[in-house]
């Protein structure tokens, strides 16, 4: 009773919780509709309208704007990734109507998203004559206005004057505009530049932006037409800053107005400004040197500009030159006005200049009647009429529409026509003829032109098409050099990998051969004209498929033999290879023939059909199959039964054969009256049998069947006989046969047959009808049983018995009941299958972690299968897990390496397992090899060992035996040697090297050496005199050294000259410890410091190493102060110089030696040489600042930063330091600093120059804002080919394994054409290596040469990728690796490729940046695109630390480093200093950080013994993986077609409801019995009577919903949108709306999942869980895939205690029709006393089935649901200057938040979850999970006697299979509830 409560309570709630899904599903039909509908105001005639995108599938969206008083509405049809549009004509002071559609695929309207807006009345003029038709415009990343010139010319003033001018625009871009104003000033600029003719002769238009300094955005001759000066202005970019007016007018006038930047001479200058604040500099002088200059110039101010400034700038008259707006939105009501004044003083000042030279004269006449003539594909001919007057010279300029800069030709004033040449084939040309005076030029005759196309091939014919070739012809092109075929096969309507073949101009007629059989192919014939090709001639041709056999005939066709016959069709055919299987497709054979064409099939199964397929071979393959079928016929029963030899006891029973193959005979003798029955089994070859022991005067009657090889067995044949009666009398015995009486049998044709494992279905033919039930009695042939009986009603004539014991033979005997007794009962024997196992266990893929398994299923159906292993040799649990009925291999992960696996396979069945299949598989060898010990002294030691090909890291232990005291460390996967200092002599040490594979670690090799004795002391030698050193040999570590060296050397006062020649020894044996010295090996400097550094010998100086050490020794003490920063700049500036000595690509190395704190500042200049690339090296003596030796040094301070007490000391750090120096000197990639660490690597923004102190040398290259404004990018122009010698960039070439990195943007102009991002080439121009982005394709490919010198190329295409071609920044990450290729964009894997190890690249040749796949020879063309970044590190983990913090989107301002050059919005701290502004007014400089106490410095303590190491810890369990969680629901699916019927599935174990109950009479409840444990499968103990049967019960009650469906695939991610210069403050309301909605999901979903049994996507796994995992990072989200098809139903549960028949439970929503199942009868439990009453509750669907493995990329979805709001971002700069802007974006209430509709079981709802991760998370940072196998369930370990029957089992997480071995995160996702599932009670 007082579980009643919580109860009923549930029910409640559970009938809530369905009713509100119910509601839910319902309105999932509709097409939802628009929210957040919000206007803005843009200009006096347009407005800006967004809006939220709804949720769901829908087509497109129709936009009403309708005007309240008169007018027509306005329709727009939008695209769906829409989600805001601009409409423009509006008229003022009319109030608009807006409404707003989302449209789905089958037209059907979501209700209408509406809004009202009034448009303001402008100050500005009207517009009289204009149409108000509203235009639509879409609002593109850049705002791209794509307004027709004609339709801007009808509504704005158009300057229609001859005169021309030379116009520069000098545009404010400091903070104070922030970016959504920048807009409008954009806007601002088109319009003015739309008011002018603008061409290369006509005006021209040049702007430059300032800030704190400016720079010019395009020169007066950069743009040659209109619309590309437009295009310039719609894109300009932001620049931030200062306001520094007076320097920027400087600059114009010194930069802008020069002949060079396109100023001409005698046309009007005119400058105007456009600024919104007063200027921080003075700007007296420079207006008045540029008005002296003859620049006229206007001043436009806006906001908060000072008028008295503008006037102070501008020309007179103020009125006319000065214009003022209160704000940036009315700018354009000026444009008219300012645009006539210009218009108008370009004439006056045009008349002027004409005045001056005297050049006034009547206007020059153009000359007329332009005609083009001759026109080919490389030029034509042009003619005109001739001008009127003395023409000197006539000049015509043409120019490609599309590329190019204008060319001329210039003719004699006499011609009338020119011959234009070297043109581009099917080009647009425009032309124009100038007729030239002698002080003026006319107006252009204007025309245009297309050239021709290149001549191409004609009448492409394809014929004498065989199997394996083809043969092309085509007619000649005229003047041809020669023809280039190509032909690729056409596979799943993608074209392979092209071949090329290219023949001369006299050939038109190849053969193509090698092609693939039954293959179309496309081939395409190109007419070369050089380096051009013409258009294509392409044609298509399917080669012939092989010829299969035909005729297919089968004979002889009996029980289990068959013969097959065929026609060969081809002589060519060598053979015949024939399979045949099943049907059902149980059993796969096959067979192959020579010289026959027919074979005899035998060992069939009988009464089963068989499939045939007949293949033809050849050489070249085989050909399609011929196919067939045929069924073999049923097994024949014993003929001629018949019964002899009659008597009182016995009779003769014989029969004839009926086959030849029957190997037994079961015969059955039942007496009729009820006795025991007897059953014989005998031999095949047996036909007559004696049965004796009978009954007299019995009638008996004798079936037999026939047993054959394929243990198929007969019909029953039985015949009925008498036994005589026996009489006695006094004198004789006399025998008589007895009368028989009718006998009724009832039945007759008793068959068994479905066998499972559990079950057998009998069947019978009734003989008559009165038989009103029939009673069903099985036993076991051996008797271990008791028999059991079931009764069925008359009308039924079939019966599932179970659960049955399997392989078990079973008597089944059926007696037919009639109302007035029993009949006759037929009798047969019946088989259950065996719970036979899985064969054939195979182990591949071995990896060091991991290895695959397969197997071949047995062939009864499972429930699915146990996997359970345990390492044969190593302690540790024995793990195991389940997988699905459906699964025939999995991969095991998490194992040790090097370690040999037993692994046990078992069949899991209802009733058991099977026995295990049992295998072996071992790990591979994760260890080093050839350890050995070198450099054996009293306190060190080093070891050497052979590198592992995949080792990343090595872990290197060294134990001392005497004290146990333990010291590590970690070095690099391509270092083989490691050294430990501080030992103590005579002392025995073991070390141990484990490798290291990412987070694997393999097994330890160790070896055992003892450390040097302390030697004898030597009596003291007599005084002699010192001999001179001999020179000492290299060291083996310094052997493949390359470095440029410096020694930096304090020569300071506290050193002494004592200490001073400790130094120069120091130096001696450091040097000396060198290899190789000179260009080829490594060259050493040295430089003495104290007040100023003295350079005591140059890079270049010494090239071989006895005069090198020499000069060391001739160094002389200098003395002084310690100036240590002073020195580090020396060494940077007059010593790492080309002049020097220094080679490029070199690794440059920098030794400071120094006992003393510096007297200047150090960290400046150390992190500019560190950020250089420099590796720094610092040793302190004695008294030196340990922090400012840690400031010198690169990172890891423990590598680069040494201290010792004294100067004796320096042997103690001498062969350390001279190892890393080595190291370091030896390495293929120098020491760079990347993200703010020090790693191997490459710069190559820096290799190729571009940098901000280096680019303006670089041709073709220009300086612009990047991701975010702090950040400079570069844009390489189109053709600038930027380029660099390879040897100069990677002299050692390229490592193994290394990271590309890009950080980069294409843009609108970049072609459509591939273009390799980078490439390295040889000198015959020949890619080698490198990265193509396919533009048209959007497609990036990385290719090289492997190690076997073949080409080879990888290509990634899924969707991920084609976001970095949408013209955002984006950064690229192609991590390359022996063996893969793996793709990261924006710090998200997005695709991974095998590949073969890469061979190394020549030095000889080049790289190169943006040239394009198709350039050919020296002259190559390049793209334009803008390029950020572009590194290279020797590292594969390189893009794993990366965080993006470049990306607006992507940056987290709490973990990532400070943007270069930003304000900051709080003053806590100093920042760093900006970089020195041009001259001009004086720069601001912020604040000085408050400087820190100097603390006192304590004594030096004595350093500690190295701790132990401590033991490692045994592996954690395996956290779940990322699947825990459903995404967000995607948008609906159409509703698609029926599906066909599926194939029949395997028996289903009792599932929900089963067949209708008797209600038989209620017996007498006996006593409640304790429940005892479930045992081991065994025999069953005996069964109680049945009670007497009742009537056929009522049909069951309805079944419950079926659960949902899975959600739809989430769309794909849209790309992060630019940031917004206000951060909203409900965002914080958002986030809370969303974490309710999830709660309130979580609870839904968690009722759903008691409502329905099991929670969704899991798996039973009965085992202990291991101890929660700590908590995981949340990983960055995954590409979603498409959803995988649904999984096969779960394992059911064991089954439990009967119950009383349940009350009627809550009826579900009615779901939809399924496919009519085929289940059979529920399995029957062990009967045992009854149990406790049972709640009764309707069936619900089994468990979903196992997650489908992720399927391929598909399509991209539509848009998905808006995500959570981004992380905060950046402090943007503009934000510091306080302004209010919004402009209708106001922020959202409660009612703009959507209410997030989820589908049931969307959340697992008992704790909290981990998202899918590619990446697993192990200490700092994320790898790659290569293995995700959401399929699999969690290991766990394995129990002595685990039958998996425990009283609480636990549901667990389907997640990939794991052992112990790796620290990994695990939760339970969910426990079954024990109050919704099946309950026991406690035991007493």
């Given at each position: 009773?007082?579980?009643?409560?919580?109860?009923?309570?549930?029910?409640?709630?559970?009938?809530?919780?369905?009713?509100?899904?119910?509601?839910?599903?319902?309105?999932?039909?509709?097409?939802?509709?628009?929210?957040?509908?919000?206007?803005?105001?843009?200009?006096?005639?347009?407005?800006?309208?967004?809006?939220?995108?709804?949720?769901?599938?829908?087509?497109?969206?129709?936009?009403?704007?309708?005007?309240?008083?008169?007018?027509?509405?306005?329709?727009?049809?939008?695209?769906?990734?829409?989600?805001?549009?601009?409409?423009?004509?509006?008229?003022?002071?009319?109030?608009?109507?807006?409404?707003?559609?989302?449209?789905?695929?089958?037209?059907?309207?979501?209700?209408?998203?509406?809004?009202?807006?009034?448009?303001?009345?402008?100050?500005?003029?009207?517009?009289?004559?204009?149409?108000?038709?509203?235009?639509?415009?879409?609002?593109?990343?850049?705002?791209?206005?794509?307004?027709?010139?004609?339709?801007?010319?009808?509504?704005?003033?158009?300057?229609?004057?001859?005169?021309?001018?030379?116009?520069?625009?000098?545009?404010?871009?400091?903070?104070?505009?922030?970016?959504?104003?920048?807009?409008?000033?954009?806007?601002?600029?088109?319009?003015?530049?739309?008011?002018?003719?603008?061409?290369?002769?006509?005006?021209?238009?040049?702007?430059?932006?300032?800030?704190?300094?400016?720079?010019?955005?395009?020169?007066?001759?950069?743009?040659?037409?209109?619309?590309?000066?437009?295009?310039?202005?719609?894109?300009?970019?932001?620049?931030?800053?200062?306001?520094?007016?007076?320097?920027?007018?400087?600059?114009?006038?010194?930069?802008?107005?020069?002949?060079?930047?396109?100023?001409?001479?005698?046309?009007?200058?005119?400058?105007?400004?456009?600024?919104?604040?007063?200027?921080?500099?003075?700007?007296?002088?420079?207006?008045?040197?540029?008005?002296?200059?003859?620049?006229?110039?206007?001043?436009?101010?806006?906001?908060?500009?000072?008028?008295?400034?503008?006037?102070?700038?501008?020309?007179?008259?103020?009125?006319?030159?000065?214009?003022?707006?209160?704000?940036?939105?009315?700018?354009?009501?000026?444009?008219?006005?300012?645009?006539?004044?210009?218009?108008?003083?370009?004439?006056?000042?045009?008349?002027?200049?004409?005045?001056?030279?005297?050049?006034?004269?009547?206007?020059?006449?153009?000359?007329?009647?332009?005609?083009?003539?001759?026109?080919?594909?490389?030029?034509?001919?042009?003619?005109?009429?001739?001008?009127?007057?003395?023409?000197?010279?006539?000049?015509?300029?043409?120019?490609?529409?599309?590329?190019?800069?204008?060319?001329?030709?210039?003719?004699?004033?006499?011609?009338?026509?020119?011959?234009?040449?070297?043109?581009?084939?099917?080009?647009?040309?425009?032309?124009?003829?100038?007729?030239?005076?002698?002080?003026?030029?006319?107006?252009?005759?204007?025309?245009?032109?297309?050239?021709?196309?290149?001549?191409?091939?004609?009448?492409?014919?394809?014929?004498?098409?065989?199997?394996?070739?083809?043969?092309?012809?085509?007619?000649?092109?005229?003047?041809?050099?020669?023809?280039?075929?190509?032909?690729?096969?056409?596979?799943?309507?993608?074209?392979?990998?092209?071949?090329?073949?290219?023949?001369?101009?006299?050939?038109?007629?190849?053969?193509?051969?090698?092609?693939?059989?039954?293959?179309?192919?496309?081939?395409?014939?190109?007419?070369?004209?050089?380096?051009?090709?013409?258009?294509?001639?392409?044609?298509?041709?399917?080669?012939?498929?092989?010829?299969?056999?035909?005729?297919?005939?089968?004979?002889?066709?009996?029980?289990?033999?068959?013969?097959?016959?065929?026609?060969?069709?081809?002589?060519?055919?060598?053979?015949?290879?024939?399979?045949?299987?099943?049907?059902?497709?149980?059993?796969?054979?096959?067979v192959e023939v020579e010289g026959s064409t027919s074979i005899f099939l035998s060992n069939l199964t009988s009464l089963t059909e068989y499939t045939v397929a007949v293949f033809s071979v050849y050489d070249e393959?085989?050909?399609?199959?011929?196919?067939?079928?045929?069924?073999?016929?049923?097994?024949?029963?014993?003929?001629?039964?018949?019964?002899?030899?009659?008597?009182?006891?016995?009779?003769?029973?014989?029969?004839?054969?009926?086959?030849?193959?029957?190997?037994?005979?079961?015969?059955?003798?039942?007496?009729?009256?009820?006795?025991?029955?007897?059953?014989?089994?005998?031999?095949?070859?047996?036909?007559?049998?004696?049965?004796?022991?009978?009954?007299?005067?019995?009638?008996?009657?004798?079936?037999?069947?026939?047993?054959?090889?394929?243990?198929?067995?007969?019909?029953?044949?039985?015949?009925?006989?008498?036994?005589?009666?026996?009489?006695?009398?006094?004198?004789?015995?006399?025998?008589?046969?007895?009368?028989?009486?009718?006998?009724?049998?009832?039945?007759?044709?008793?068959?068994?047959?479905?066998?499972?494992?559990?079950?057998?279905?009998?069947?019978?033919?009734?003989?008559?009808?009165?038989?009103?039930?029939?009673?069903?009695?099985?036993?076991?042939?051996?008797?271990?049983?008791?028999?059991?009986?079931?009764?069925?009603?008359?009308?039924?004539?079939?019966?599932?018995?179970?659960?049955?014991?399997?392989?078990?033979?079973?008597?089944?005997?059926?007696?037919?009941?009639?109302?007035?007794?029993?009949?006759?009962?037929?009798?047969?024997?019946?088989?259950?299958?065996?719970?036979?196992?899985?064969?054939?266990?195979?182990?591949?893929?071995?990896?060091?972690?991991?290895?695959?398994?397969?197997?071949?299923?047995?062939?009864?159906?499972?429930?699915?299968?146990?996997?359970?292993?345990?390492?044969?040799?190593?302690?540790?649990?024995?793990?195991?897990?389940?997988?699905?009925?459906?699964?025939?291999?999995?991969?095991?992960?998490?194992?040790?390496?090097?370690?040999?696996?037993?692994?046990?396979?078992?069949?899991?069945?209802?009733?058991?397992?099977?026995?295990?299949?049992?295998?072996?598989?071992?790990?591979?060898?994760?260890?080093?090899?050839?350890?050995?010990?070198?450099?054996?002294?009293?306190?060190?030691?080093?070891?050497?060992?052979?590198?592992?090909?995949?080792?990343?890291?090595?872990?290197?232990?060294?134990?001392?035996?005497?004290?146990?005291?333990?010291?590590?460390?970690?070095?690099?996967?391509?270092?083989?040697?490691?050294?430990?200092?501080?030992?103590?002599?005579?002392?025995?040490?073991?070390?141990?090297?484990?490798?290291?594979?990412?987070?694997?670690?393999?097994?330890?090799?160790?070896?055992?050496?003892?450390?040097?004795?302390?030697?004898?002391?030597?009596?003291?030698?007599?005084?002699?005199?010192?001999?001179?050193p001999t020179i000492p040999p290299g060291r083996e570590v310094c052997k493949a050294a390359r470095a440029n060296l410096v020694f930096l050397v304090d020569g300071s006062w506290s050193i002494g000259d004592e200490?001073?020649?400790?130094?120069?020894?120091?130096?001696?044996?450091?040097?000396?410890?060198?290899?190789?010295?000179?260009?080829?090996?490594?060259?050493?400097?040295?430089?003495?410091?104290?007040?100023?550094?003295?350079?005591?010998?140059?890079?270049?100086?010494?090239?071989?190493?006895?005069?090198?050490?020499?000069?060391?020794?001739?160094?002389?003490?200098?003395?002084?102060?310690?100036?240590?920063?002073?020195?580090?700049?020396?060494?940077?500036?007059?010593?790492?110089?080309?002049?020097?000595?220094?080679?490029?690509?070199?690794?440059?190395?920098?030794?400071?030696?120094?006992?003393?704190?510096?007297?200047?500042?150090?960290?400046?200049?150390?992190?500019?040489?560190?950020?250089?690339?420099?590796?720094?090296?610092?040793?302190?003596?004695?008294?030196?600042?340990?922090?400012?030796?840690?400031?010198?040094?690169?990172?890891?301070?423990?590598?680069?930063?040494?201290?010792?007490?004294?100067?004796?000391?320096?042997?103690?750090?001498?062969?350390?330091?001279?190892?890393?120096?080595?190291?370091?000197?030896?390495?293929?990639?120098?020491?760079?600093?990347?993200?703010?660490?020090?790693?191997?690597?490459?710069?190559?923004?820096?290799?190729?120059?571009?940098?901000?102190?280096?680019?303006?040398?670089?041709?073709?290259?220009?300086?612009?804002?990047?991701?975010?404004?702090?950040?400079?990018?570069?844009?390489?122009?189109?053709?600038?080919?930027?380029?660099?010698?390879?040897?100069?960039?990677?002299?050692?070439?390229?490592?193994?394994?290394?990271?590309?990195?890009?950080?980069?943007?294409?843009?609108?102009?970049?072609?459509?054409?591939?273009?390799?991002?980078?490439?390295?080439?040889?000198?015959?121009?020949?890619?080698?290596?490198?990265?193509?982005?396919?533009?048209?394709?959007?497609?990036?490919?990385?290719?090289?040469?492997?190690?076997?010198?073949?080409?080879?190329?990888?290509?990634?295409e899924d969707l991920g990728v084609k976001k970095i071609f949408f013209g955002s920044f984006h950064k690229v990450h192609v991590v390359i690796t022996k063996t893969h290729a793996k793709l990261i964009i924006d710090?998200?894997?997005?695709?991974?490729?095998?590949?073969?190890?890469?061979?190394?690249?020549?030095?000889?040749?080049?790289?190169?940046?943006?040239?394009?796949?198709?350039?050919?020879?020296?002259?190559?063309?390049?793209?334009?695109?803008?390029?950020?970044?572009?590194?290279?590190?020797?590292?594969?983990?390189?893009?794993?630390?990366?965080?993006?913090?470049?990306?607006?989107?992507?940056?987290?301002?709490?973990?990532?480093?400070?943007?270069?050059?930003?304000?900051?919005?709080?003053?806590?701290?100093?920042?760093?200093?900006?970089?020195?502004?041009?001259?001009?007014?004086?720069?601001?400089?912020?604040?000085?950080?408050?400087?820190?106490?100097?603390?006192?410095?304590?004594?030096?303590?004595?350093?500690?013994?190295?701790?132990?190491?401590?033991?490692?810890?045994?592996?954690?369990?395996?956290?779940?993986?990322?699947?825990?969680?459903?995404?967000?629901?995607?948008?609906?699916?159409?509703?698609?077609?029926?599906?066909?019927?599926?194939?029949?599935?395997?028996?289903?174990?009792?599932?929900?409801?089963?067949?209708?109950?008797?209600?038989?009479?209620?017996?007498?409840?006996?006593?409640?019995?304790?429940?005892?444990?479930?045992?081991?499968?065994?025999?069953?103990?005996?069964?109680?009577?049945?009670?007497?049967?009742?009537?056929?019960?009522?049909?069951?009650?309805?079944?419950?919903?079926?659960?949902?469906?899975?959600?739809?695939?989430?769309?794909?991610?849209?790309?992060?949108?630019?940031?917004?210069?206000?951060?909203?403050?409900?965002?914080?309301?958002?986030?809370?709306?969303?974490?309710?909605?999830?709660?309130?999901?979580?609870?839904?979903?968690?009722?759903?999942?008691?409502?329905?049994?099991?929670?969704?996507?899991?798996?039973?796994?009965?085992?202990?869980?291991?101890?929660?995992?700590?908590?995981?990072?949340?990983?960055?989200?995954?590409?979603?895939?498409?959803?995988?098809?649904?999984?096969?139903?779960?394992?059911?549960?064991?089954?439990?205690?009967?119950?009383?028949?349940?009350?009627?439970?809550?009826?579900?929503?009615?779901?939809?029709?399924?496919?009519?199942?085929?289940?059979?009868?529920?399995?029957?439990?062990?009967?045992?006393?009854?149990?406790?009453?049972?709640?009764?509750?309707?069936?619900?669907?089994?468990?979903?089935?196992?997650?489908?493995?992720?399927?391929?990329?598909?399509?991209?979805?539509?848009?998905?649901?808006?995500?959570?709001?981004?992380?905060?971002?950046?402090?943007?700069?503009?934000?510091?200057?306080?302004?209010?802007?919004?402009?209708?974006?106001?922020?959202?209430?409660?009612?703009?938040?959507?209410?997030?509709?989820?589908?049931?079981?969307?959340?697992?709802?008992?704790?909290?979850?981990?998202?899918?991760?590619?990446?697993?998370?192990?200490?700092?940072?994320?790898?790659?999970?290569?293995?995700?196998?959401?399929?699999?369930?969690?290991?766990?370990?394995?129990?002595?006697?685990?039958?998996?029957?425990?009283?609480?089992?636990?549901?667990?997480?389907?997640?990939?299979?794991?052992?112990?071995?790796?620290?990994?995160?695990?939760?339970?996702?969910?426990?079954?509830?024990?109050?919704?599932?099946?309950?026991?009670?406690?035991?007493?």
């Amino acid at each position: 009773m007082p579980v009643l409560g919580p109860r009923l309570g549930t029910c409640v709630l559970l009938t809530f919780v369905a009713v509100t899904v119910h509601f839910i599903g319902k309105a999932q039909g509709q097409v939802a509709s628009p929210t957040r509908l919000k206007f803005n105001i843009v200009s006096q005639d347009s407005v800006k309208i967004t809006w939220k995108a709804p949720r769901g599938r829908f087509q497109e969206y129709r936009l009403t704007v309708t005007p309240v008083v008169g007018g027509k509405t306005q329709k727009l049809s939008l695209l769906k990734g829409e989600t805001a549009a601009v409409v423009e004509g509006l008229l003022p002071n009319q109030e608009y109507v807006v409404q707003l559609y989302a449209i789905s695929s089958n037209s059907k309207e979501s209700s209408p998203a509406q809004g009202r807006f009034t448009m303001k009345a402008s100050r500005s003029r009207g517009r009289p004559g204009s149409s108000h038709t509203p235009k639509h415009k879409k609002e593109s990343e850049s705002h791209v206005r794509e307004k027709a010139t004609d339709e801007v010319a009808g509504s704005q003033f158009m300057c229609k004057s001859p005169a021309i001018a030379d116009i520069v625009v000098l545009v404010d871009g400091s903070w104070s505009i922030g970016r959504l104003n920048f807009r409008l000033v954009r806007m601002f600029l088109e319009n003015l530049v739309s008011a002018f003719n603008v061409d290369s002769d006509k005006t021209r238009i040049g702007l430059a932006q300032y800030s704190g300094d400016p720079r010019i955005e395009w020169h007066l001759n950069h743009y040659s037409t209109k619309e590309a000066v437009l295009d310039a202005a719609r894109n300009l970019p932001y620049k931030g800053g200062n306001t520094l007016t007076g320097l920027a007018l400087t600059y114009i006038l010194e930069n802008n107005f020069k002949p060079e930047a396109g100023a001409r001479a005698g046309v009007p200058k005119i400058g105007i400004l456009i600024t919104d604040g007063k200027s921080q500099d003075d700007v007296l002088p420079p207006a008045k040197s540029l008005r002296d200059a003859g620049i006229e110039l206007f001043a436009i101010g806006v906001k908060n500009a000072d008028v008295n400034e503008l006037k102070a700038i501008a020309s007179e008259p103020d009125e006319t030159h000065v214009y003022n707006v209160a704000d940036f939105n009315i700018m354009n009501t000026i444009i008219e006005s300012l645009t006539k004044t210009v218009c108008s003083r370009v004439e006056e000042q045009d008349k002027e200049i004409k005045e001056a030279t005297g050049s006034v004269t009547s206007n020059p006449v153009a000359p007329t009647n332009l005609v083009t003539s001759d026109v080919t594909a490389r030029g034509l001919r042009v003619s005109w009429t001739h001008a009127p007057g003395k023409v000197e010279k006539y000049r015509v300029v043409y120019y490609s529409t599309t590329a190019g800069q204008p060319e001329e030709v210039v003719v004699d004033g006499t011609e009338s026509t020119a011959v234009i040449q070297n043109l581009m084939s099917l080009t647009d040309y425009q032309l124009a003829v100038f007729a030239i005076y002698e002080k003026a030029a006319s107006e252009g005759l204007r025309g245009a032109v297309t050239t021709l196309a290149l001549p191409a091939a004609a009448d492409l014919d394809i014929y004498d098409v065989s199997h394996s070739s083809m043969r092309v012809k085509w007619e000649a092109a005229e003047s041809a050099s020669g023809y280039m075929v190509l032909y690729a096969a056409l596979t799943g309507g993608d074209t392979a990998d092209e071949k090329e073949v290219k023949v001369a101009n006299s050939v038109t007629d190849i053969e193509l051969e090698g092609l693939s059989a039954k293959t179309e192919y496309t081939v395409t014939v190109y007419a070369l004209y050089g380096d051009e090709a013409s258009d294509p001639l392409t044609g298509q041709e399917t080669t012939l498929s092989l010829r299969p056999p035909r005729n297919l005939v089968f004979a002889e066709i009996g029980h289990g033999t068959a013969s097959v016959s065929w026609e060969s069709d081809s002589k060519k055919a060598r053979g015949y290879r024939i399979m045949y299987v099943k049907t059902d497709g149980a059993s796969m054979n096959e067979v192959e023939v020579e010289g026959s064409t027919s074979i005899f099939l035998s060992n069939l199964t009988s009464l089963t059909e068989y499939t045939v397929a007949v293949f033809s071979v050849y050489d070249e393959g085989q050909s399609d199959p011929l196919t067939g079928s045929f069924t073999t016929k049923r097994v024949p029963k014993p003929l001629a039964l018949t019964v002899s030899d009659v008597s009182v006891d016995q009779f003769r029973v014989s029969w004839e054969h009926s086959a030849d193959d029957v190997t037994l005979y079961r015969l059955a003798c039942t007496p009729l009256s009820g006795e025991e029955a007897k059953e014989f089994v005998l031999s095949g070859a047996t036909d007559t049998i004696i049965l004796d022991d009978l009954l007299p005067e019995t009638e008996y009657e004798v079936s037999l069947s026939a047993i054959y090889s394929d243990e198929a067995e007969s019909d029953v044949v039985a015949v009925l006989e008498t036994t005589l009666r026996q009489t006695t009398t006094a004198a004789t015995t006399t025998t008589q046969r007895p009368t028989t009486a009718v006998i009724r049998s009832g039945i007759r044709n008793l068959d068994v047959g479905d066998e499972t494992t559990f079950s057998l279905h009998v069947s019978w033919v009734p003989a008559d009808s009165l038989a009103t039930q029939y009673r069903v009695s099985y036993v076991t042939l051996k008797g271990d049983r008791a028999e059991e009986a079931v009764i069925v009603p008359g009308r039924q004539s079939d019966l599932v018995l179970q659960p049955l014991l399997s392989d078990t033979w079973y008597r089944i005997s059926v007696t037919p009941l009639y109302a007035d007794g029993e009949g006759s009962p037929l009798t047969v024997n019946g088989k259950t299958l065996s719970l036979s196992g899985p064969s054939n266990l195979r182990v591949s893929e071995e990896w060091y972690n991991r290895f695959r398994i397969r197997w071949d299923p047995p062939p009864s159906p499972t429930m699915g299968y146990r996997v359970v292993y345990t390492s044969a040799s190593a302690p540790g649990p024995t793990l195991d897990t389940f997988v699905g009925d459906d699964v025939n291999t999995m991969v095991i992960l998490n194992l040790l390496s090097s370690t040999e696996y037993i692994v046990k396979l078992f069949a899991t069945y209802s009733t058991g397992s099977s026995d295990a299949l049992v295998g072996r598989a071992k790990t591979l060898y994760l260890a080093v090899t050839n350890l050995t010990p070198y450099q054996v002294r009293m306190t060190s030691m080093c070891a050497h060992w052979q590198l592992h090909r995949h080792a990343t890291t090595y872990r290197i232990v060294i134990e001392s035996l005497r004290d146990g005291k333990k010291e590590e460390g970690i070095v690099d996967g391509g270092t083989s040697r490691h050294c430990f200092y501080n030992l103590i002599p005579n002392s025995k040490y073991k070390i141990s090297v484990f490798s290291q594979l990412q987070e694997i670690e393999g097994p330890a090799v160790s070896l055992l050496e003892t450390t040097a004795p302390v030697p004898t002391e030597p009596p003291a030698p007599p005084t002699t005199t010192t001999p001179l050193p001999t020179i000492p040999p290299g060291r083996e570590v310094c052997k493949a050294a390359r470095a440029n060296l410096v020694f930096l050397v304090d020569g300071s006062w506290s050193i002494g000259d004592e200490n001073f020649v400790k130094i120069i020894g120091f130096l001696y044996n450091t040097i000396g410890a060198l290899d190789k010295i000179g260009p080829e090996g490594t060259q050493v400097a040295i430089v003495q410091f104290s007040d100023d550094p003295r350079t005591e010998f140059q890079l270049n100086t010494y090239s071989d190493k006895e005069n090198l050490l020499g000069a060391v020794q001739r160094i002389r003490y200098k003395g002084g102060n310690t100036k240590t920063g002073r020195a580090i700049k020396h060494a940077k500036d007059a010593v790492f110089t080309v002049e020097a000595g220094l080679r490029r690509g070199i690794p440059r190395v920098l030794v400071v030696i120094t006992d003393g704190r510096s007297q200047d500042d150090i960290d400046k200049v150390s992190k500019e040489m560190q950020l250089d690339g420099y590796s720094i090296f610092a040793v302190g003596v004695a008294d030196a600042d340990y922090s400012e030796l840690i400031n010198i040094a690169n990172k890891p301070s423990s590598r680069h930063a040494f201290f010792v007490d004294d100067f004796d000391a320096f042997q103690k750090i001498e062969d350390e330091l001279v190892t890393f120096v080595c190291e370091t000197a030896s390495a293929t990639c120098p020491l760079v600093l990347l993200g703010g660490n020090s790693i191997a690597g490459f710069r190559m923004m820096e290799m190729f120059g571009l940098v901000e102190k280096e680019y303006a040398s670089v041709e073709g290259v220009s300086l612009e804002s990047g991701s975010l404004n702090s950040f400079p990018c570069f844009r390489l122009h189109k053709d600038a080919l930027i380029s660099q010698p390879t040897r100069n960039v990677h002299p050692e070439g390229l490592p193994s394994d290394y990271t590309i990195t890009f950080l980069f943007r294409l843009l609108p102009d970049t072609p459509q054409e591939p273009f390799a991002l980078w490439e390295i080439l040889n000198k015959q121009n020949e890619p080698l290596v490198g990265v193509i982005l396919d533009n048209g394709g959007k497609t990036l490919t990385y290719f090289n040469y492997d190690y076997k010198n073949e080409f080879q190329t990888v290509t990634f295409e899924d969707l991920g990728v084609k976001k970095i071609f949408f013209g955002s920044f984006h950064k690229v990450h192609v991590v390359i690796t022996k063996t893969h290729a793996k793709l990261i964009i924006d710090c998200k894997q997005v695709g991974e490729k095998t590949i073969n190890a890469a061979g190394n690249i020549t030095t000889n040749g080049v790289e190169v940046l943006g040239r394009m796949v198709r350039s050919r020879g020296p002259r190559d063309n390049s793209v334009p695109f803008q390029l950020q970044g572009f590194d290279i590190s020797c590292s594969t983990s390189h893009a794993n630390r990366d965080k993006c913090c470049e990306l607006p989107a992507l940056r987290d301002e709490s973990n990532c480093p400070a943007l270069p050059h930003a304000c900051t919005c709080s003053q806590d701290s100093k920042g760093p200093p900006g970089p020195l502004g041009p001259p001009g007014g004086p720069g601001l400089r912020g604040p000085r950080g408050v400087k820190g106490e100097l603390g006192h410095r304590g004594s030096e303590g004595l350093r500690g013994d190295i701790g132990p190491t401590g033991l490692q810890g045994q592996p954690g369990p395996q956290g779940p993986s990322g699947l825990s969680i459903q995404g967000l629901p995607g948008s609906s699916g159409e509703k698609g077609e029926k599906g066909e019927i599926g194939p029949l599935g395997h028996q289903g174990i009792p599932g929900g409801q089963g067949r209708a109950g008797r209600d038989g009479v209620t017996g007498p409840r006996g006593p409640v019995g304790k429940d005892g444990p479930i045992g081991l499968p065994g025999p069953a103990g005996p069964v109680g009577t049945p009670g007497i049967p009742g009537s056929p019960g009522a049909t069951g009650s309805t079944g419950t919903q079926g659960n949902i469906g899975a959600t739809g695939i989430t769309g794909q991610k849209g790309e992060r949108g630019p940031r917004g210069d206000t951060q909203p403050q409900s965002a914080v309301r958002m986030i809370a709306h969303q974490v309710c909605e999830q709660l309130i999901q979580s609870h839904l979903s968690r009722f759903n999942s008691i409502l329905n049994h099991i929670p969704s996507n899991s798996v039973q796994v009965r085992a202990a869980p291991g101890p929660p995992g700590e908590a995981g990072r949340d990983g960055p989200a995954g590409t979603p895939g498409e959803q995988g098809s649904p999984g096969r139903p779960g394992f059911p549960g064991n089954p439990g205690s009967p119950g009383r028949p349940g009350e009627r439970g809550i009826p579900g929503d009615k779901g939809e029709r399924g496919v009519p199942g085929l289940g059979k009868q529920g399995s029957r439990g062990p009967p045992g006393t009854a149990g406790p009453p049972g709640e009764g509750r309707t069936g619900s669907q089994g468990s979903p089935g196992l997650p489908g493995r992720q399927g391929s990329a598909g399509r991209p979805g539509t848009n998905g649901p808006r995500g959570p709001p981004g992380t905060p971002g950046y402090c943007d700069p503009s934000s510091c200057a306080g302004y209010n802007i919004g402009g209708g974006y106001s922020d959202p209430t409660d009612q703009d938040i959507p209410v997030v509709q989820l589908p049931p079981n969307s959340y697992q709802t008992y704790g909290p979850y981990d998202e899918q991760d590619p990446y697993l998370y192990h200490g700092s940072y994320p790898y790659p999970n290569p293995y995700p196998q959401s399929s699999y369930p969690e290991p766990h370990p394995a129990q002595p006697d685990d039958h998996y029957e425990e009283e609480e089992s636990e549901e667990m997480e389907a997640v990939e299979v794991r052992s112990p071995g790796i620290r990994r995160f695990m939760r339970n996702i969910s426990k079954r509830n024990s109050a919704s599932s099946n309950t026991r009670e406690p035991k007493q």
